[in-house]
């Protein structure tokens, strides 16, 4: 079945690097998506990685797939306190049409 | 920037009622999306559309839903008889291509359903 599993909190200082993990089950998944939502906003496209890829990165962000374990990460280097926000890890079993989201891990940057 | 809107922002309406929410893909957007999110869980898939039909929908996507889109601009999603398991946050998205080709989907900022 598809499913995507996250940790729901991760609360970090300033400055330090953040680690987010998420597992997924659909190996035919073509991309796998982070998506940060703030408050009162929508689901904003942070970062995607083709399913052939090991690491990507993005400027702060890096991100890490372990396709044999179905495991997904996301490093956010230096966090900021405007990094604070919701994290959806997110699968698109087959390729096309949908995204299968996680829960969300919600991240709390303090000083 | 381009951006999906949503209206209304939060809704309540009584058990049993019908509800029309209401988005705006961005313009040049062919694929639209409809998700939700029951508080503390996780965001669902509801619904795709392309070309003025259904492209794929999930279990949770029975005969009380819908979606239209009515005109040019608009894309509904209508529930005809609201139970109180329907209490959510709706999210609308679009995008360029299907989702997966190496498009991003651009979800609206949501509109919170209440039913009582």
């Known amino acids: 079945g598809e499913d995507v599993e996250q940790s729901l909190f991760l609360s970090v200082r300033e400055g330090d690097s953040s680690v987010i993990n998420c597992t997924y089950t659909?190996?035919?998944?073509?991309?796998l998506y982070w998506y940060k939502q703030e408050p009162g906003a929508g689901l904003q496209l942070l970062t995607y990685?083709?399913?052939?890829?090991d690491m990507k990165q993005d400027q702060r962000l890096t991100v890490l797939l372990n396709k044999k374990d179905k495991h997904l990460s996301l490093r956010i280097a230096d966090t900021q306190t405007g990094d604070s926000a919701i994290y959806f890890c997110?699968?698109?079993?087959?390729?096309?049409?949908?995204?299968?989201f996680g829960a969300g891990t919600r991240l709390a940057v303090h000083p | 920037e381009p951006e999906v809107t949503q209206t209304p922002s939060h809704q309540v309406t009584q058990m049993g009622q019908e509800v029309i929410l209401r988005c705006v893909p961005i313009?040049?957007?062919?694929?639209f999306y409809w998700y939700r999110q029951i508080l503390g869980q996780k965001v669902e898939f509801l619904v795709s559309?392309?070309?003025?039909?259904?492209?794929?929908k999930s279990e949770i996507f029975d005969d009380q839903f819908s979606v239209e889109r009515p005109d040019g601009s608009n894309f509904t999603l209508k529930i005809r008889s609201t139970k109180l398991e329907d209490s959510a946050m709706y999210f609308c998205?679009?995008?360029?291509?299907?989702?997966?080709?190496?498009?991003?989907?651009?979800f609206g900022q949501g509109t919170r359903l209440t039913v009582v």
């Open positions: 998205a679009s995008s360029e291509e299907s989702q997966g080709l190496n498009t991003e989907a651009f």
């Open positions: 659909d190996s035919s998944s073509t991309y």
């Open positions: 990685i083709f399913s052939n890829m």
């Open positions: 997110a699968e698109s079993p087959g390729g096309y049409n949908k995204l299968i």
């Open positions: 313009s040049n957007h062919l694929y």
């Open positions: 559309f392309y070309n003025n039909e259904i492209s794929e």
